[in-house]
């Protein structure tokens, strides 16, 4: 089943997926593609109230890093596929705040995070609908 994105949100929420019901997905291991292209495959999912996120090995594509997704970035999920769609390009994931496993439940990192994706941040995918 795929899940497309919620139409009646109207404010953007850095770490709230934007269907209630993709909290039921386990999407570890899903393969996430940005507007762009194919950036890895899921690592962990959190789906904890107003606190998730994706950890996404991206492989070799920027050399095995590991980086977080604001939950607020998916904007489908197809479960059938097991994919996973965000509405960011592969430059502004890649250019995103380097992931840092020791402090990531920490407030201020989880802040520069949801200030580079979120509204007029450099990872906000230039979207005239969103304005």
């Not at 998730?52 to 095995?64: A, E, H, Q």
């Not at 979120?118 to 304005?131: I, M, Q």
């Amino acid at each position: 089943m795929t899940y497309g994105s919620s139409a009646t949100q109207t404010r953007w929420q850095p770490w709230t997926y934007r269907q209630q019901d993709w909290h039921n997905v386990d999407l570890t291991d899903f393969t996430v593609e940005a507007t762009d292209g194919e950036i890895g495959t899921i690592d962990s999912a959190t789906n904890e109230l107003n606190g998730s996120y994706l950890i996404v090995d991206t492989g070799t594509w920027i050399f095995g890093k590991k980086v977080v997704l604001p939950a607020g970035v998916v904007s489908s999920v197809d479960d059938k596929n097991h994919r996973l769609l965000v509405d960011r390009t592969k430059e502004q994931i890649k250019n995103a705040p380097e992931f840092d496993e020791e402090i990531l439940e920490q407030p201020e990192y989880r802040d520069r995070l949801g200030g580079y994706y979120g509204e007029e941040g450099p990872g906000w995918y230039a979207n005239p609908s969103r304005r």
